[in-house]
C-alpha cells in the first residue's frame, strides 16, 4: 500500500563493471562482413551443428581464459587468439559502422578485468558462499 510519503524510486546506476559488452555492434559487423563476402561470391562457412554445440559448451566452460574451438577449422585453440582473429575479420564493417573503439575499448576491458564470470567466482572464492556473489552483483550493478 502506497501512503504517498515515500521517496521517488530512484534508478539504479550502472556501475563500469556491469557496463554491456557491446553485442549488438559485433552482430552487426558480423552480418555486415557475412554479406560482403555472400555478394562477392565466397561461399557461406557451414560448420557442423555437433562442432558449433562443442564450441559453445567449451566457450561457456572455459571462457576468456581456456582456450576455445575454432568454428571453421574444429582445433582448440586460445579463446584470446578467436575473438582477436574474430575482430580481425570484422574490423572494416566495424570501422564502417563507427564501433572499433567501443568494440576494442571493450574488449580490453575485458582482458584486463575479466568477465562477469570471473568476477563472480573471485567473490565466491573469498568464503566459497554464494550469498558473497550475490553482495557482489548487487554492489557492481547498484552502487550505494
Do not use: K, Y
Amino acid at each position: 500500500m502506497n501512503t504517498g510519503t515515500s521517496a521517488p524510486p530512484t534508478t539504479c546506476p550502472l556501475s563500469r563493471s556491469a557496463s554491456p559488452t557491446p553485442l549488438s555492434p559485433v552482430v552487426r559487423a558480423l552480418t555486415a562482413t557475412a554479406l560482403t563476402a555472400l555478394r562477392a561470391g565466397e561461399p557461406a562457412p557451414r560448420p557442423a551443428p555437433e562442432l558449433l554445440r562443442a564450441a559453445c559448451w567449451r566457450a561457456a566452460r572455459d571462457g576468456l581464459a581456456g582456450h576455445g574451438i575454432d568454428p571453421l577449422t574444429g582445433r582448440l585453440e586460445p579463446q584470446t587468439a578467436l575473438v582477436e582473429r574474430l575482430l580481425h575479420t570484422i574490423t572494416p564493417a566495424l570501422r564502417r559502422h563507427e564501433d572499433l573503439d567501443l568494440v576494442r575499448e571493450q574488449w580490453q576491458r575485458l582482458r584486463t578485468e575479466g568477465t562477469g564470470a570471473d568476477r563472480q567466482r573471485t567473490a565466491f572464492r573469498g568464503r566459497t558462499n554464494t550469498h558473497d556473489v550475490v553482495d557482489f552483483v548487487i554492489s557492481a550493478t547498484c552502487p550505494l
